[in-house]
């Protein structure tokens, strides 16, 4: 599994050991195929681990999710953050700053997109209620989970615990906090795995990082937006079953916003629970579409 990418040089732990690391090269023949974090992949050549023993990566298996990312909406070349993570944590805080709610919408559009499970985590709920931001995913059926720095992040521990999970924020929400909390030794395990990028800093890189109890997390540096121009609103739709079964009497063409203007669109004659789920992922719609 690859745990750090760094100029050139890719990091990576055999068979999960996150004590066993190999530092490797792309192999001539896989070209310009991307590595990421998150990756498992084929090695050959020194996998001892010693200081200058340089193994390379010839093969990458099939991902079984990917999170994508474009720099902005009108960017035609999407970039692969992160492989296989198994669940997206999109870490918002409820005060200081405040949270950025079109923020969340498209981190839940790409996980959605990616085949990723997103879970909703909020920060400093010292600060500030969460049932505003509850109440406006409850539709989606989303987990939500709320931390504060006088209480230990248990119900997170237990969350992430043998998984493979990956965490997106923007800077300021407490992202940093919350995986120095998860991990003990974090600060020094960051360093180990990017010392081949000579002293870079580790929060401007995606580094994936061993859990206590198993499984890893993967952080990402922090962002102020997430573009989506590799992402249909199909795909979004697509994520629940009830609504991709209805949009299939939609008229061709057919956005899903509903009247106006699309006046018939299926999705405005689902009631309940199927009804409020296609007025949120409404709201997931808007996001996709707007500039952000």
């Known amino acids: 599994m690859v745990v750090a990418v760094d100029r050139g040089r890719w990091t990576c732990v055999l068979h999960g050991d996150p004590e066993h690391r190999v530092t ?50 009108t960017d035609p070349y999407e970039r692969v953050v992160v492989a296989n993570a198994e669940q997206l944590l999109v870490v918002a805080s409820l005060a200081d700053p405040p949270p950025r709610t079109g923020l969340i919408d498209r981190c839940l559009v790409a996980a959605y997109a990616g085949g990723l499970e997103p879970v909703l985590c909020l920060t400093k709920g010292d600060l500030a209620a969460p049932d505003a931001l509850i109440e406006r995913y409850a539709a989606l059926d989303l987990p939500v989970l709320v931390t504060r720095p006088e209480e230990p992040p248990d119900g997170l521990r237990r969350r992430l ?5 990956a965490l997106v924020g923007h800077s300021g929400v407490g992202k940093s906090t919350l995986v120095n909390r998860l991990v003990p030794d974090a600060a020094r395990a960051t360093a180990e795995v990017s010392a081949v990028g000579k002293g870079r800093h580790t929060s401007a890189s995606v580094v994936a990082l061993a859990l206590p109890r198993g499984g890893w997390v993967i952080d990402t540096p922090g962002i102020r937006s997430f573009g989506l121009a590799h992402v249909s609103v199909d795909d979004v739709v697509s994520a ?13 063409g057919c956005t899903h916003l509903g009247p106006p203007p699309d006046p018939e669109c299926a999705l405005d004659g689902l009631k309940g629970a199927a009804g409020r789920r296609a007025l949120s992922v409404r709201h997931l719609i808007v996001a996709l579409t707007e500039t952000g």
Not at 25 to 54: F, I, N, Q, W, Y
Not at 161 to 165: E, F, G, I, L, Y
Not at 242 to 248: M, N, Q, S, T
């Open 24 to 73: 490797a090269m792309r192999a001539r023949e896989l070209g310009r195929t991307p590595v990421v974090v998150g990756d498992r992949v084929g090695l050959v050549g020194d996998l001892s681990g010693a200081t200058d023993a340089l193994a390379r990566i010839v093969r990458v298996t099939e991902r079984c999710s990917v999170l994508r990312r474009t720099a902005d909406d």
């Open 161 to 165: 615990a043998t998984r493979v999970s």
């Open 240 to 252: 629940f079953g009830d609504l991709a079964e209805a949009i299939g009497d939609c008229p061709r």
